[in-house]
């Protein structure tokens, strides 16, 4: 059954007759009943399928991160999808082509300035020492977390930290597998003091172990 949500021209919550309502993000929707498919997957759906399936294989390491570090990317979207989309659109080739270049990915979108001269050096086989400039800087505070992954996209593994050092500590150190023989894409954002908004991911380059 049905139901009217906020008088007769609100909402509809239910199915009612057709149709189904439904609220997600608090927007209302309206769904007609399942047609079952009849025509050929082309040869474009299967493309997009698979580059679909690969981002979403690379990034699922990342997941804990980039929930916060895709956070509020638009009203509706945000964090996992918000990321793979990101991914999708501007670090992924063309069709029919599926690979992604490190370098071009996104792991935090958002307007917190990033700061000077952020730099990263491997301290220990099992240990990242990132450093930046402690100068202040428009739209960032003080009190901003530091934002740390490193990623190792072939054994599909990655360590990273949301709420790491404040922007003044200048320095933060991020531990990593004991593994040898390993190559780890590194990242580094910045975490509003107040945690609801971040800035744009830098990407550092590579680390060998």
């Given amino acids: 059954m049905g139901k009217y ?51 979403h294989y ?11 570090g895709f956070r509020g990317y638009t009203p509706t979207v945000e964090g996992f999808l918000a990321a793979k989309s990101y991914l999708m659109h501007n670090a992924m080739g063309e069709k029919p082509h599926a690979t992604i270049d490190p370098a071009l990915v996104l792991l935090s979108y958002g307007d917190v300035s990033m700061s000077e001269d952020v730099a990263v050096c491997l301290n220990s086989d099992d240990e990242l020492t990132f450093t930046w400039s402690t100068k202040s800087v428009k739209n960032g505070h003080a009190r901003d977390q530091a934002m740390m992954v490193a990623y190792d996209v072939e054994n599909n593994e990655a360590f990273y930290a949301t709420l790491g050092q404040f922007r003044s500590a200048g320095t933060d150190k991020l531990e990593i597998g004991r593994n040898k023989g390993i190559t780890y894409h590194v990242y580094f954002a910045f975490c509003s003091a107040d945690r609801t908004s971040q800035s744009n991911s830098i990407y550092l380059g590579e680390v060998f172990v």
């Fill in 58 to 68: 690379w990034l699922k390491p990342l997941l804990g991160f980039v929930r916060e």
């Fill in 5 to 55: 949500l906020e008088g007769v021209n609100g909402a509809i919550t239910g199915k009612v007759g057709k149709v189904s309502g439904s609220t997600w993000k608090g927007i209302p929707y309206l769904k007609g009943p399942y047609k079952k498919r009849t025509k050929s997957i082309s040869k474009d759906e299967v493309a997009n399928r698979s580059r679909f399936s690969v981002a």
